[in-house]
């Protein structure tokens, strides 16, 4: 026996809502979407600022963003909303309902005598693989809590957490540096004002997360013109300043922001990359509701496109297994999946029929001589 005890502060306790990295101990949150939690490398690091590229018509974009709305309101976050396109109070009253683990689209365990079943029939079709383990499910996690998009969230339970709302269209600023200054001061007073900084929290009290959601910022409807493109023809600065100081003002608090931002309708590629760089985590949704996409993703509703995963804290971020992602709308979730194609066979049903019709033709035009004469009567010849 030892003496020898570790010197701990007992005071300090993990945010409500939380949990540590298993890598480098870094405080996450939950994003409200298990799939995104995964690929993150078990969620939103607190204090990093995550980028969403929207799709077109920003339909799947907000979908995330209510998801991240969510999970704040079921663990008892603070809410910092900010819209232009529509008032922050009806984001939040159309924001999903929390339901019991297993509650969703998915079918049921199999029973034990199914299992039997499907261990003791042999395999009829791919005979080689039989020895393999079985498949998996693409992702795995339980961290954060499940939605169910075909019920709202009660009122009584909105009522239960600290929010601010920031609605663009009731400013009176003539440009939009003005008011992204006016957002930011809005937020360092929230942050202020609620004990969310680092230097301001006391080791007796449990420190709390707050969660920035921002909708469509760098849009017309923020007073942005040109595409990111000013008159003169150089990059817009008014959002890059935003995003650098948001990040800053993330850092030194108990804060994570989610900003979508319109992507495709800025004008130069560099202006979206110079708004990458500036954000800890980049994410890109390509939806096919304005495209027509081939019918072999016609079991997905778009593309999910890993740009940027935060990497606090480390020299280099977690690596997922694949980046070929798709997610799809379920009846009652939103789902981030890995991208499986099913089997082109038409190309080799429409092969082996051409080189058949193509050997046949053949053998009507050669001579009885030369098919008894050749080696290769009867081989395939590539």
């Known amino acids: 026996a030892t003496s020898f005890k570790k010197k701990t502060n007992s005071k300090l306790s993990q945010p409500r809502g939380t949990r540590p990295s298993l890598y ?3 405080t996450l949150i939950s994003t409200g979407v298990p799939s995104l939690d995964v690929l993150l490398d078990g969620g939103l690091p607190v204090g990093s600022v995550m980028l969403v590229e929207e799709d077109t018509f920003g339909q799947y974009s907000r979908m995330l963003l209510k998801y991240f709305l969510a999970e ?42 199914e299992e039997e079943e499907s261990t003791t029939e ?3 079709i791919a005979w080689r693989y039989q020895s393999l383990p079985k498949a998996q ?36 600023s003539s440009s939009s540096e003005m008011l992204y200054h006016e957002l930011m001061d809005s937020m360092q007073d929230t942050i202020s004002k609620g004990l969310f900084s680092l230097d301001k929290t006391s080791t007796s009290q449990q420190a709390n997360v707050l969660r920035v959601a921002i909708e469509s910022i760098g849009s017309a409807l923020w007073l942005e013109e040109g595409g990111g493109v000013t008159a003169e023809g150089s990059l817009a600065t008014a959002l890059p300043r935003f995003l650098h100081l948001l990040r800053g003002t993330c850092r030194a608090s108990y804060a994570v922001a989610m900003v979508t931002v319109p992507v495709h309708l800025f004008q130069d590629v560099a202006y979206t990359r110079r708004l990458e760089r500036l954000c800890d985590g980049v994410v890109r949704l390509e939806s096919f509701a304005d495209k027509e996409h081939s019918p072999l993703y016609k079991e997905y509703h778009g593309l999910f496109h890993l740009i940027k995963l935060p990497k606090l804290n480390s020299l280099t971020c977690h690596l997922p297994d694949t980046l070929s992602l798709a997610f799809k709308l379920k009846r009652k979730k ?42 290769t009567h009867g081989a395939v010849d590539f």
């Open 24 to 26: 480098n101990a870094q």
């Open 334 to 375: 939103f789902t981030i999946e890995k991208l499986h194609l099913p089997p082109d066979l038409s190309g080799t049903a429409n092969r082996e029929q051409q080189d058949g019709c193509h050997h046949q033709a053949s053998r009507r035009n050669a001579q009885p001589s030369d098919i008894i004469s050749s080696p």
């Open 137 to 172: 499910p693409s992702f795995s996690s339980k961290f954060g809590h499940n939605f169910d998009l075909t019920r709202r969230m009660e009122p009584s339970q909105l009522d239960m957490v600290h929010k601010v709302l920031f609605d663009a269209l009731q400013c009176s």
């Open 122 to 124: 042999p395999m009829q």
């Open 72 to 113: 704040g309101v079921a663990c008892g976050h603070s809410l910092f909303v900010a819209s232009a396109s529509e008032e922050p109070a009806c984001i939040l009253k159309d924001l999903p309902a929390a339901t019991a683990e297993g509650d969703d689209d998915t079918l049921p365990p199999p029973t034990i005598n």
